[in-house]
């Protein structure tokens, strides 16, 4: 956490699982106060004056701040400071410029700023709910249908957007799967219980399988599309939102992982199930999906387990993997 960010007293209503992102937070932080430091850093940025309302309500890092800018409401991202950071936010900004220059419904940014601890960078509140009704709860079917066609257009948005030559994709997500990642995928949590072990023997087996050969790197990725981070009113699309780019090379590759990512979040529908499938597949490869499944799975049961163990999330997405890596590994020959 940045330096001059200050931990509060602990929200009573803080969400009970965590961010199916791959999470790089503690998943029980208390209030965070911003330092007048960063709000100044914030406002110089957006040439307006910034008032922070206060955290927002969904999320764990505690790092996320509604806002108002001249009046309008707008949402500020505390990020803590260090090679590359400000750069591969302002790298951001220019990829989302493109996504919304297409008609994607992404958030405009209105700023990036840094002090010598943190970056900071302030984007307007889109309208809308988010489609996930709570934490690892699933979404009503009807719903769904409503909100599932906009989305699939979305990720098509996408396609050939990304900004870089050679990308690193796939390489460190298959990374993820034979070795853990960097704060999340944590191998050590899952081979703590018998349970979890044979899940992630059987993970390895399926990037082992099927992670090589052809697989796509032109697309601008979201890497979290979540019910979580997306908007919806009364059923229409929104908004599709917290985007980020953690490390250089970020969020480029193969927009079918995306789609991915609806599917294993809403793979206990089976009205959306094949759909989506068959969506991704056209997209990526049925092979490739299965190893973008593969690491959802490990990524969401490993989060559940480590930080809310016995809890209805861990429950639901540890069945949603195990009907998954069924699934997955019925493609083998």
Same mark, same amino acid.
């Given at each position: 956490?940045?330096?001059?960010?200050?931990?509060?007293?602990?929200?009573?209503?803080?969400?009970?699982?965590?961010?199916?992102?791959?999470?790089?937070?503690?998943?029980?932080?208390?209030?965070?106060?911003?330092?007048?430091?960063?709000?100044?850093?914030?406002?110089?940025?957006?040439?307006?004056?910034?008032?922070?309302?206060?955290?927002?309500?969904?999320?764990?890092?505690?790092?996320?701040?509604?806002?108002?800018?001249?009046?309008?409401?707008?949402?500020?991202?505390?990020?803590?400071?260090?090679?590359?950071?400000?750069?591969?936010?302002?790298?951001?900004?220019?990829?989302?410029?493109?996504?919304?220059?297409?008609?994607?419904?992404?958030?405009?940014?209105?700023?990036?700023?840094?002090?010598?601890?943190?970056?900071?960078?302030?984007?307007?509140?889109?309208?809308?709910?988010?489609?996930?009704?709570?934490?690892?709860?699933?979404?009503?079917?009807?719903?769904?249908?409503?909100?599932?066609?906009?989305?699939?257009?979305?990720?098509?948005?996408?396609?050939?957007?990304?900004?870089?030559?050679?990308?690193?994709?796939?390489? *460190?997500?298959?990374?993820?799967?034979?070795?853990?990642?960097?704060?999340?995928?944590?191998?050590?949590?899952?081979?703590?219980?018998?349970?979890?072990?044979?899940?992630?023997?059987?993970?390895?087996?399926?990037?082992?399988?099927?992670?090589?050969?052809?697989?796509?790197?032109?697309?601008?990725?979201?890497?979290?599309?979540?019910?979580?981070?997306?908007?919806?009113?009364?059923?229409?699309?929104?908004?599709?939102?917290?985007?980020?780019?953690?490390?250089?090379?970020?969020?480029?590759?193969?927009?079918?992982?995306?789609?991915?990512?609806?599917?294993?979040?809403?793979?206990?529908?089976?009205?959306?199930?094949?759909?989506?499938?068959?969506?991704?597949?056209?997209?990526?490869?049925?092979? *490739?999906?299965?190893?973008?499944?593969?690491?959802?799975?490990?990524?969401?049961?490993?989060?559940?387990?480590?930080?809310?163990?016995?809890?209805?999330?861990?429950?639901?997405?540890?069945?949603?993997?195990?009907?998954?890596?069924?699934?997955?590994?019925?493609?083998?020959?």
């Amino acid at each position: 956490m940045p330096a001059n960010l200050r931990r509060a007293s602990p929200r009573r209503d803080q969400a009970d699982l965590g961010p199916a992102v791959g999470g790089h937070g503690s998943g029980h932080h208390g209030q965070v106060e911003l330092d007048r430091s960063i709000v100044d850093a914030a406002s110089r940025a957006v040439v307006a004056d910034v008032e922070v309302i206060g955290q927002t309500r969904r999320g764990e890092s505690g790092t996320t701040f509604d806002v108002r800018v001249g009046g309008e409401a707008a949402v500020l991202k505390v990020l803590a400071n260090g090679p590359h950071v400000v750069d591969n936010q302002q790298r951001l900004v220019r990829l989302l410029d493109v996504l919304r220059e297409r008609g994607s419904p992404v958030p405009e940014y209105l700023g990036v700023a840094s002090t010598d601890d943190a970056v900071v960078t302030v984007q307007r509140r889109m309208a809308g709910e988010v489609l996930e009704p709570g934490p690892g709860e699933a979404i009503d079917a009807d719903l769904v249908e409503a909100v599932l066609p906009a989305l699939p257009d979305a990720v098509e948005l996408q396609a050939d957007a990304g900004d870089l030559a050679v990308a690193p994709w796939p390489g *460190w997500l298959l990374d993820t799967l034979a070795s853990g990642g960097d704060g999340y995928c944590l191998l050590e949590t899952m081979r703590r219980r018998p349970d979890t072990r044979s899940l992630l023997d059987r993970v390895v087996d399926i990037g082992c399988e099927f992670g090589r050969g052809p697989v796509r790197t032109t697309d601008i990725v979201h890497f979290d599309l979540s019910p979580a981070n997306v908007l919806h009113e009364g059923g229409h699309l929104t908004g599709v939102v917290d985007w980020n780019v953690p490390f250089v090379g970020a969020s480029q590759g193969d927009r079918g992982f995306d789609v991915a990512t609806l599917l294993f979040y809403g793979y206990d529908n089976t009205r959306t199930r094949d759909r989506l499938w068959a969506h991704a597949s056209a997209i990526s490869g049925a092979r *490739w999906v299965a190893v973008y499944l593969a690491h959802l799975a490990l990524r969401q049961v490993e989060w559940s387990v480590r930080h809310h163990p016995g809890s209805f999330g861990e429950r639901r997405f540890s069945e949603i993997a195990m009907l998954v890596l069924d699934h997955c590994e019925q493609l083998v020959p």
